[in-house]
């Protein structure tokens, strides 16, 4: 009997611990190499971003086919291609022919890893990150939304200028692939039959390390083993030899060059301000309105986030006031009282599925941010759509230009209005999320959101309404979390629909999506 | 044989940044006898107002003094005199003194547990006892493990396997050490999206680190044993996991580890069933992701022969 009991114990013990081996969680997102839907002959007469001729940056002639010059590149090529190690054709098959993914996702994991607020100092005063020293704690950057969305415009556009330069190329030279020219050479991909010179994945290696080696300087090391391990890829695919990719490398430099010019003098530098500056803003808004917003943590934080990234230099939208939305009820009139009540029944009634929407949007501290939610999904729609890479870098820049307009444009009401929080103004309230440092209105989530659901359902307008959904759904997350009532939801998601109008209309200019 | 019993353990109420709440029971040395079954109300408070992120120690003026509270009816029942069952359903609530995130109460994680008795042999003036013990948590509730400090636990399944082994002098006092495994699941967050041990997550579920608990415990019976003090010192040893970044969040990810000490008495009305009381004091002493918490715990038992 004894002996029975043991061994069931037994029995049972090492039947769980077979089973419930944990999974591998995935650190990225699993897609291979595809298929384009189509090739985008003419993208190199699509409208520059930054750049005002698609031969702005000059490139060699290529050597032709059966020249010794090109013969020996070939002969190079297969030969890393038969000599490639098992790491090597792990990062063929993880960069894909569409490797604009994955620098993307890179930059959502950059923004991410650097987003966390200053600790206080123990005098309850508030370090700042200093990009000239930016290993010094707090380090540089602290990729908050703002910063994020920015970020994001300035890689995606320096991609989608260099890649709308090398389709241009492409079909000007009509250079075939390398495993076209020597049937020795297997590509690694589908073979979608792509023009090689210049290599598109060099233009967006270089490119993408550049734009992501100035905005998070500390990463400088790991961008360049990335970017060496992509470039040495494109060979091991068989789908370039070097002169594509020195090609490639010489336009993602210069398409580099000029958005970082542009970064560099966009207001962006400015943006986080003194607390002078912070409280003549604030008081500013209290002789007009009667009202203002205070942070209420503890130490407070006497100056707000980012002040006047409104002053951040535009991309589509004309000016901030083109977008700013009109003045929110005041604290304790009718309008005003209706929302604070209904903040006070979310908080007392939330339901499992609202709570589920306030985390899933939170995107708060420590996470890829709103901006880079939308990136999320645009990776994912690109890969369901089979785009090719010049084709996803359209989608990426029309898309994060909107994003950082919304962005700026929010920034600007909020500073403006400088409207107080609920935590402020309904007394002993207390939330499920963490609130911001910043004004709430308009609702940031609601306006990065707003905008990118616009310009997404342009570009794939089969999920529209899908795109729209989501953005209610962002908009009405910081509801239902208690930090924002609801016309900051409801004017930042407006906000941010007309920031994506003026990048949609621009996009419309090229006729063809 | 007397009815010796005793269900709740001092680590009843390992709480602070993670919880490791239930099923601690099974870490005793007592068995009860077949038919015999003890049923237990026990109320835990811990509180802290410093903790350690990643191993230095932080203080948060927005957090002020966090408090959980446990209320926790337990029962346990002797199958065969060497084979107890051990049944609890804790309910917690949290809350900080400042800032504005709201605390969280409910149900927190049914446990199950078995304990068997291996060995028992007469040595010198004393006896010596094996056991072994069995126990599985899950639970109870949809609450959000992922909301930590608040959250009610952390979430996930968990399967514990120990062994305890004790010396008990015929005058009274014991020596007991034990040495458990404790092996989680993944739990559920409400975002698909995380950052954990510099790497991004594109999923909602976080793989809570398993852990071992090792505990040396010091006792003895005192008014022909009518009384039982305790003094203990346990060690919990996360097997992996991330530390808690720079005046961030904590997460279910998160490697916890502590050191914590305590003292626990038990007084029996009778010396065979009836009423009993339980008193018990911890203080963690050194930790890692976790709260410094201290907190005492009170219970009250009820024993009978009911087959």
Redesign the interface.
């Known amino acids: 009997m004894k002996k029975y009991n043991y061994s069931i114990l037994l029995l049972v013990m090492f039947a769980f611990l077979g089973s419930s081996c944990v999974e591998d969680l995935p650190t990225k997102y699993e897609f291979t190499g595809y298929q384009f839907s189509n090739l985008d002959a003419n993208a190199g007469q699509w409208k520059l971003v930054l750049h005002t001729s698609n031969e702005q940056i000059p490139l060699p002639t290529p050597a032709a086919p059966g020249s010794a010059e090109l013969l020996k590149e070939l002969a190079d090529a297969k030969e890393m291609q038969n000599k490639a190690t098992s790491a090597q054709l792990e990062a063929v098959s993880y960069w894909t022919n569409n490797p604009l993914l994955r620098w993307n996702e890179i930059a959502l994991e950059l923004a991410t890893k650097y987003n966390l607020i200053p600790a206080p100092n123990p005098d309850g005063s508030y370090p700042v990150p200093d990009p000239a020293n930016p290993s010094k704690y707090p380090k540089f950057p602290y990729s908050h939304p703002p910063y994020t969305s920015r970020m994001l415009a300035y890689l995606s556009v320096a991609q989608y200028d260099g890649l709308i330069m090398a389709w241009h190329y492409k079909y000007k030279f009509k250079r075939q692939a390398s495993y076209q020219l020597d049937p020795q050479i297997k590509s690694a991909y589908e073979n979608n039959g792509l023009f090689s010179y210049p290599s598109d994945g060099a233009v967006v290696a270089t490119a993408s390390r550049d734009i992501l080696t100035a905005m998070f300087p500390l990463e400088k090391e790991f961008l360049a083993q990335k970017a060496q391990e992509h470039l040495e890829s494109l060979l091991v695919a068989g789908i370039n030899v070097a002169s594509d990719v020195n090609a490639g490398k010489l336009i993602g430099a210069e398409v580099a060059k000029t958005a970082l010019a542009r970064a560099s003098t966009d207001g962006m530098k400015n943006a986080q301000t003194t607390r002078v500056k912070s409280d003549s803003i604030k008081n500013a808004a209290k002789i007009r309105f009667g009202w203002a917003w205070e942070n209420q943590e503890t130490p407070q934080r006497t100056v707000g986030l980012v002040p006047l990234f409104s002053k951040v230099r535009l991309w589509n939208v004309p000016n901030v006031e083109a977008i700013r939305p009109g003045p929110p009820p005041a604290p304790g009139s009718p309008v005003f009282e209706e929302s604070a009540k209904e903040l006070k029944q979310y908080a007392n009634n939330l339901t499992t599925n609202q709570r589920r929407i306030a985390n899933f949007w939170n995107d708060g501290l420590n996470t890829y941010t709103p901006p880079g939610h939308w990136n999320r999904f645009a990776k994912e729609e690109v890969v369901a759509n089979k785009l090719n890479p010049v084709r996803t870098a359209r989608v990426f820049a029309y898309l994060n230009m909107a994003i950082v307009d919304a962005g700026i444009g929010c920034w600007d009401a909020k500073y403006y209005y400088h409207y107080p929080r609920p935590i402020q103004t309904i007394p002993g309230f207390k939330t499920i999320l963490g609130t911001p440092n910043f004004p709430a209105y308009t609702s940031g989530h609601a306006s990065f959101s707003g905008a990118a659901a616009e310009v997404m359902a342009h570009f794939f307008p089969a999920n529209a309404s899908q795109f729209r959904t989501w953005a209610e759904e962002a908009a009405m997350s910081r509801v239902y979390g208690g930090i924002h009532y609801q016309f900051d939801a409801d004017a930042g998601l407006t906000q941010g629909r007309q920031a994506a109008s003026f990048a949609i209309t621009k996009a419309k200019l090229d006729g063809v999506d | 044989m007397k009815n010796y019993f005793r269900f709740l353990s001092l680590l009843c109420a390992s709480l602070g940044l993670l919880s490791i709440a239930n099923a601690q029971t099974p870490l005793d040395g007592l068995m009860m006898p077949k038919g015999e079954i003890c049923i237990a109300l026990q109320y835990d408070q811990v509180s802290w107002d410093r903790y350690w992120e990643g191993s230095t120690t ?1 203080v948060n ?2 957090i002020g003094t966090f408090t959980k509270q446990m209320g926790m009816p337990m029962i346990v029942g002797g199958i ?1 005199d ?2 107890n069952v051990i049944l609890s359903l804790p309910y917690v609530k949290t809350e900080a003194s ?6 969280v109460q409910g149900i927190q994680d049914f446990g199950l547990s ?1 304990k ?1 008795l ?1 060995l028992e042999k007469s040595i010198g003036k004393g006896k010596l006892t094996g056991f ?1 013990n ?1 126990s ?1 948590s899950m639970p109870a509730s ?1 609450y ?1 493990s ?2 930590m400090p608040f959250s009610l636990g952390f979430g996930a ?1 968990e ?1 514990g ?1 120990r062994a305890i082994g004790k010396y008990e002098l015929d005058k009274g006092p014991y020596l007991r050490a034990s040495y458990s495994y404790l ?1 989680r ?2 739990t559920e ?7 954990a041990g ?6 909602a ?3 809570v680190p398993n852990a071992f608990l090792g505990q040396v415990t010091l006792g003895s019976w005192m008014f022909k044993k009518k009384l039982r003090v305790e003094a203990s010192l346990t060690a919990i040893k996360s097997t992996s996991g991330d530390d808690i ?5 904590p997460q279910p990810t998160n490697k916890v580890d502590f050191d914590r000490v305590e003292g626990f008495a038990q007084y029996y009305f009778k010396t065979n069933g009836g009423f009993g009381l339980i008193a018990s004091y911890q203080k963690a002493i050194s930790g890692r992701n976790m709260g410094q918490f201290s907190g005492y715990g009170l219970g009250i038992t009820y024993q009978f022969k009911a087959f």
């Open positions: 932080r003026q927005n065969t060497k084979l400042a800032g504005q995130l709201t605390g078995l068997a291996l072994s069995l599985f949809n959000l992922d909301y399944n399967l396997i092996h699941g993944v967050a409400e975002r698909d999206f995380y950052y510099q790497n991004a997550y594109y999923t579920k976080m793989d970044r720079v005046y961030s969040m």
